[in-house]
């Protein structure tokens, strides 16, 4: 089993018991350049709301959006979305990332932003 397989197991496993919860999902997806968040509907069938750092709000404020601080950056913004469609409770989907680095800023600035999972 190589590294992207092993990502994709973790993933299903950890969609599969959030379904279960019927909760909104919030998701993060990862490239070397960039980090992208949404927030999709307890059925799986919408996209509630998006944030990364190829928006051009938050490309002129970031000298490079592949490291923790542009993570926050998207996290904060991703959280102020939410917070204006009225969603407090989500449940975090990694998509089988390890929770370091990128991925634990974003968690942690969206939970400094008001979301609750």
């Known amino acids: 089993m190589n590294k ?3 990502r994709v197991r973790r993933s299903r496993k950890t969609r599969v018991r959030i379904a279960e ?7 993060v997806a990862r490239s ?3 980090i992208y968040a949404q927030i999709i ?4 069938d919408k996209v509630l709301a998006t944030a990364s ?13 592949g490291n ?11 959280a102020e979305k939410a917070k204006a469609l009225g969603i407090d409770t ?3 989907d990694r998509a089988g990332f390890r929770f370091h680095g990128r991925v634990k800023a974003l968690a942690d600035a969206a939970r400094e932003g008001g979301l609750k999972f």
């Open 4 to 6: 992207k397989e092993a």
């Open 21 to 27: 919860q019927r909760a909104n999902r919030l998701t």
């Open 32 to 34: 070397n350049c960039h």
């Open 41 to 44: 509907a307890p059925t799986g």
């Open 53 to 65: 750092t190829v928006e051009a709000d938050v490309r002129k404020d970031l000298k490079n959006g």
């Open 68 to 78: 923790k601080a542009a993570a926050a950056v998207v996290g904060k913004r991703i």
């Open 90 to 92: 989500v449940a975090f």
